[in-house]
């Protein structure tokens, strides 16, 4: 990454690409039909509320400054959290308000500081909306070029949320982690991080869904009523800790497994505090457990739990209702195509 960096650095130095309109002011910028038109389609909404507040419209290109790169979107993923937002169940920005964190897509101009050129493939955080045509973005890492956009976009958050959780939970190989939510996007980059690892992993996952847990070298079974019991069955003397990535009420197993709260975290559980377990979340943090996890799926140590469950930009609402059934394998990831 440093040596990509540094290389990035020299091709500025000897300036590849700044003879776009930014040129003068410090952007380098690609000279595509977005500069032409100077408008993107993207998802907006003025309220709280279901999916139908959700509105496509038409706005300017934004334009990058500073460290900011302008990313024209090929893949925007669609995350828990987009619709948690919208809901109003998590805080999120002053409206008109933007949808989406997560984009995978390709650099179209870059901010003066930028450490990235014009026309690098990238993924990560988008900031002021994900779901849209282009987007800023600074939190990035470079897309392998053998993964797609499609399944890149899966990467992002998953794997920093997982990496993270992960690190706070310090496992040591041979010890066994519980992860609730084996099949879902965070849930599986975990198990299979976690198998990387060397660590023993049982995952709780739907009926449906077992063979996948399974395939990520997790011992699996099923959530809901008597999951401890099916737990201690598969784990006789105990789980060493326990990673819950999908909440629905699984704290209470959890601490009944591990005798107490020590070793426990959960990322979708809001009871958590009340319960004395600790709720994790990694809105930062260094980027190399991101990279790292986009390195493995491109080698195909890890893989995703199954392709992308594709809608166009425009159907935003359709595809956050898909997120918010809690269910279904891959994720889901909004396609733009760039005017
Ligand atoms: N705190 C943070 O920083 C952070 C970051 C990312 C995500 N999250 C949260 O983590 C959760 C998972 O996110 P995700 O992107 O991985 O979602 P996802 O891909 O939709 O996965 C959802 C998972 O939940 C499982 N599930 C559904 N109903 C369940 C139940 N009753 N009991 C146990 N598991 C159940 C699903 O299993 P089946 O499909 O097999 O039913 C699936 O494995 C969301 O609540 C999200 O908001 C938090």
């Known amino acids: 990454m440093i040596r990509a960096c ?15 309109p930014g040129a003068g002011s410090g952007i380098r910028e690609a000279s595509g039909p977005a500069h032409k038109l100077g408008r993107m ?17 038409d706005v300017p290109v934004p334009e990058p400054e500073g460290a900011r790169v302008r990313v024209a979107v090929r ?16 805080p999120g920005p002053q409206f008109p308000r933007r949808a989406g964190i997560e984009i995978a897509g390709v650099v179209d101009a870059a901010g003066p500081e930028a450490a990235w050129q014009v026309g690098d493939e990238v993924i990560g955080w988008a900031e002021g909306g994900g779901y849209a045509e282009f987007a800023l973005a600074e939190r990035l890492v470079a ?12 990467i992002p958050v998953a794997a920093n949320t997982a990496g993270g959780g992960l690190a706070e939970l310090n496992l040591e190989p041979d010890e066994t982690l519980l992860v609730n939510g084996a099949s879902g996007a965070v849930g599986s980059m975990a198990a299979q991080l976690a198998r990387a690892a060397g ?4 995952g709780t996952a739907s009926a449906a869904n077992q063979d996948v847990v399974q395939s990520f070298g997790a011992t699996p079974t099923t959530y809901g009523e008597g999951v401890a019991d099916r737990v201690r069955a598969l784990a006789p003397n105990g789980v060493d800790a326990v990673f819950d990535c999908a909440g629905h009420g699984f704290l209470d197993a959890a601490i009944e497994l591990r005798g107490g709260t020590d070793r426990i975290i959960t990322i979708a559980d809001v009871s958590a505090e009340e319960k004395g377990v600790r709720f994790y979340s990694r809105p930062g943090g260094p980027l190399d457990i991101v990279a790292e996890a986009a390195r493995l799926l491109a080698a195909e140590a890890i893989r995703l739990p199954a392709p992308a469950r594709t809608f166009p930009l425009a ?16 994720k889901i990831v909004l396609i733009t195509a760039p005017r």
């Open 6 to 20: 540094a290389a990035r650095r020299a091709r500025r130095a000897k300036g590849d690409a700044a003879d776009g």
């Open 41 to 57: 389609q993207a998802i907006q909404y003025d309220e709280t509320g279901g999916p139908e507040v959700l509105r496509l419209v």
């Open 75 to 90: 893949a925007a993923g669609v995350n828990p959290a987009d619709w948690k937002i919208r809901r109003g169940l998590m």
């Open 143 to 154: 897309k392998p070029a053998e993964l797609s956009f499609l399944d890149a976009v899966a």
């Open 199 to 202: 660590v023993r992993v049982i």
């Open 315 to 330: 159907e935003a609402a359709a595809a956050q209702r898909e997120s918010e059934s809690g269910h279904g394998l891959g």
